[in-house]
């Protein structure tokens, strides 16, 4: 069974940086892009970036370019968001999630289909 | 960016009912259009892929059409469990965005 388990939640000063860590159990990284999804107390969903499975190509939002990266660990099979310059808008659940590779039946892709826990961070002095 | 506006923003219905969710996209998306349903304090969880294609272990009262620019998600026969908020989010081009949700309350 496919799972992504997160790291636990924090409370972070303004200016500072966090990493959040999912890891990945049932089938290996090398397998699926992975997705980072955040949502602000009360807000919708934001979406942050994606890794691709082999780790060598990664895609952010214009917003958020500069302040975080993705990255992977295939010997623990974890993937890990880091976001700097933390700000208190930054406050937010942190979620990673799975898209399978290629296309389906239709010729279009799947979506997040697997998401881990959410993690949650608090920006405050 | 492509933008994606949910309408409407809020809908109360009953068991039993048929809704239907509308999600605009400010350009063509084809079908790269996928729809999540979330439940408070839960992670997102995805019912439709494609515009229509149904997850594994969606039941079948959930459904998915359109095409383009205009998507719809319609849920027949509510059911007490179906209570929650509805995104879309297309897949089309980076960044991946999402609608600004529909909450759906019982009535």
């Known amino acids: 069974q496919v799972q992504l388990v997160q790291s636990g939640a924090g409370v972070e000063n303004p200016g500072a940086s966090v990493t959040v860590s999912c890891k990945a159990s049932?089938?290996?990284?090398?397998?699926?892009?992975m997705h980072w999804v955040r949502q602000a107390p009360g807000q919708g969903l934001e979406w942050m970036g994606i890794?691709?499975?082999?780790?060598?190509?990664?895609s952010y939002p214009q917003k958020l370019q500069g302040r975080v990266t993705l990255t992977r660990d295939t010997s623990t099979n974890t993937v890990y968001m880091e976001l700097s310059g933390l700000r208190s808008e930054d406050t937010a659940v942190y979620y990673c999630?799975?898209?399978?590779?290629?296309?389906?039946?239709?010729?279009?892709?799947?979506?997040?289909?697997?998401w881990g826990q959410g993690t949650t961070v608090t920006v405050s002095s | 960016d492509i933008q994606m506006t949910q309408s409407p923003s809020s809908l109360s219905a009953s068991v039993g009912d048929r809704v239907t969710i509308t999600c605009r996209a400010s350009?063509?998306?084809?079908?790269?259009l996928n729809w999540y349903q979330q439940k408070p304090g839960k992670a997102p969880k995805l019912l439709i892929y494609?515009?229509?294609s149904l997850q594994s272990g969606v039941p079948s009262r959930f459904s998915g059409s359109g095409s383009g620019t205009d998507f719809s998600l319609t849920i027949r026969s509510l059911q007490y469990e179906d209570f929650a908020i509805y995104y879309c989010?297309?897949?089309?081009?980076?960044?991946?965005?999402f609608g600004q949700g529909t909450k759906l309350e019982i009535k």
């Open positions: 999630a799975i898209q399978p590779l290629g296309y389906s039946s239709t010729g279009f892709p799947y979506g997040l289909d697997v």
């Open positions: 049932g089938y290996t990284i090398t397998s699926y892009s």
């Open positions: 890794i691709s499975p082999s780790g060598r190509s990664t």
């Open positions: 350009q063509s998306i084809t079908r790269y």
């Open positions: 494609a515009a229509s």
């Open positions: 989010q297309q897949t089309y081009s980076i960044p991946y965005t």
